[in-house]
């Protein structure tokens, strides 16, 4: 009976130790193995599934460049508000985000101000279309939205531009320095 609790103890800690092994051989895979009993078979073969790492897609949202932007500007700026109705960006801003694989777009809570921030990440093949479609929102700004001398003032300075696959609307009187962190934040990550 001792010599058994020793093999048992001996086998488990083989079945430890090379579990062990093969996990660290796997790199970042996961080895999850399946062991479900069923009533028909009664219990399932012990079978390895692998599961891979996959990497996040963008380690920083246009939400999140956004939002540190906003924050770094919040005393200078005009209250904002993320703007996520479908109908909204389409209809009013004019924006197909269609063409985005990510976006943020924020834009003033008073009708007196004149502020806009549209982030929109996308790839090669439609960067052209989101270029004219930011510069078509941009133009509008200033030539239908811009009524006031503050307003005037933001619509004169806005600035469209892009930076690897993000492209950009920054309509204030901060425009450009606003550019510049975003920049930064978009480098950085």
Do not use: W
């Amino acid at each position: 009976m001792r010599n058994t609790k020793k093999a048992a103890l001996i086998a488990a800690a083989a079945v430890f130790f090379s579990g062990c092994g093969n996990s660290a051989a796997a790199g970042n895979a996961d080895v999850v193995y399946n062991t479900a009993d069923t009533p028909e078979t009664g219990p399932a073969p012990e079978t390895a599934v692998t599961t891979e790492y996959v990497p996040q897609k963008y380690i920083i949202t246009c939400s999140e460049i956004a939002y540190k932007l906003l924050s770094e500007y919040k005393n200078e700026l005009p209250n904002t508000m993320e703007v996520t109705d479908d109908t909204m960006i389409a209809e009013v801003l004019r924006y197909d985000m269609e063409l985005a694989d990510d976006f943020s777009v924020y834009m003033q809570l008073i009708s007196a101000d004149l502020f806009e921030l549209t982030i929109i990440r996308t790839s090669d093949k439609n960067a052209e279309a989101v270029d004219d479609m930011l510069e078509a929102r941009r133009t509008y700004l200033r030539d239908q939205a811009a009524f006031y001398p503050e307003q005037v003032a933001a619509a004169d300075a806005a600035i469209v531009g892009s930076i690897d696959d993000v492209h950009y609307l920054i309509c204030s009187t901060k425009a450009e320095d606003m550019e510049k962190r975003l920049m930064y934040y978009v480098l950085r990550n």
